[in-house]
T-cell receptor, first 114, second 114 residues
Framework: GAGVSQSPSNKVTEKGKDVELRCDPISGHTALYWYRQSLGQGLEFLIYFQGNSAPDKSGLPSDRFSAERTGGSVSTLTIQRTQQEDSAVYLC????????????FGPGTRLLVL | QKEVEQDPGPLSVPEGAIVSLNCTYSNSAFQYFMWYRQYSRKGPELLMYTYSSGNKEDGRFTAQVDKSSKYISLFIRDSQPSDSATYLCALREADVNYGQNFVFGPGTRLSVLP
C-alpha cells in the first residue's frame, strides 16, 4: 500500500512569506507527527495529532507555526512570515495508534527561505 | 546537556567490518528504544525496536540497551555498502499520558567503503 506522502518535495520562498506543507498519512493511521530536521541536528518534534483529541503543540517553536489535521487524515503545517532560520527539512510521520511504536516517515519537504 | 547524545560521525569503515553505533541519554524514564536508518534525501525508517534493557537481534543487526548506564548501541555485522546511511536513535517514556513524544538523537552518518 501507499506510504506517507508529502508535498511539495522542495519549497523555496522569500523571507516574510507564508508557506503550507502537506502530509498524507497512511490510511487508517490515527497518529500523525510533524518534525523538523536541520543539517547536523536530530529530529525536532513539532506537533502530534492522535485521533480526534486536541493536538500536542508543545514542540512548535513560535506562534508563526501552526498545523491542522482535517478529517483525521491529511495534515497541513503552516509557517507564517517565514524566517531564514526556518530553512530545514520538515518530516511527517504516521503511526497506526498509541499502542504501536513504529512511525512511518514521509520523504520530507525541503524548505529554503531566502 | 542534551537529552540524547550521539556521535555525529561521519564514520567510515571497510566492507565486512563490525560497526558499533551508540547513544547516551539522561532521562531514566525512557523505556522504549528504537533505531532508525535514514538514507540520503529520504525519511527515516524503523530498523530495530527494544523495550527496556537487553539485546535484540535481527539478521546482521543487534540492538543493545543498558539502562543502568543509560547507554544504547546498535551493532552491524558484516557491514555492506548498502548500510551507508545516517542512523538515529529514538527514545520514548512509558507514560500513558497523551503526547507520547519521541526524542531523537542527532544521528551518526555511516559510510561503508567497498
Amino acid at each position: 500500500g501507499a506510504g506517507v506522502s508529502q508535498s511539495p518535495s522542495n519549497k523555496v520562498t522569500e523571507k516574510g512569506k507564508d508557506v503550507e506543507l502537506r502530509c498524507d498519512p497512511i490510511s487508517g493511521h490515527t497518529a500523525l507527527y510533524w518534525y523538523r530536521q536541520s543539517l547536523g541536528q536530530g529530529l525536532e518534534f513539532l506537533i502530534y495529532f492522535q485521533g480526534n483529541s486536541a493536538p500536542d503543540k508543545s514542540g512548535l517553536p513560535s506562534d508563526r507555526f501552526s498545523a491542522e489535521r482535517t478529517g483525521g487524515s491529511v495534515s497541513t503545517l503552516t509557517i507564517q512570515r517565514t524566517q531564514q532560520e526556518d530553512s530545514a527539512v520538515y518530516l511527517c510521520a504516521s503511526r497506526a495508534g498509541p499502542e504501536t511504536e513504529t512511525q512511518y516517515f514521509g520523504p520530507g519537504t525541503r524548505l529554503l527561505v531566502l | 546537556q542534551k537529552e540524547v547524545e550521539q556521535d555525529p560521525g561521519p564514520l567510515s569503515v571497510p566492507e565486512g567490518a563490525i560497526v558499533s553505533l551508540n547513544c547516551t541519554y539522561s532521562n531514566s524514564a525512557f523505556q522504549y528504544f528504537m533505531w532508525y536508518r535514514q538514507y540520503s534525501r529520504k525519511g527515516p525508517e524503523l530498523l530495530m525496536y527494544t523495550y527496556s534493557s537487553g539485546n535484540k537481534e535481527d539478521g546482521r543487526f543487534t540492538a543493545q540497551v543498558d539502562k543502568s548506564s543509560k547507554y544504547i548501541s546498535l551493532f552491524i555485522r558484516d557491514s555492506q555498502p548498502s548500510d551507508s546511511a545516517t542512523y538515529l536513535c529514538a527514545l520514548r517514556e512509558a507514560d500513558v499520558n497523551y503526547g507520547q513524544n519521541f526524542v531523537f538523537g542527532p544521528g551518526t552518518r555511516l559510510s561503508v567503503l567497498p
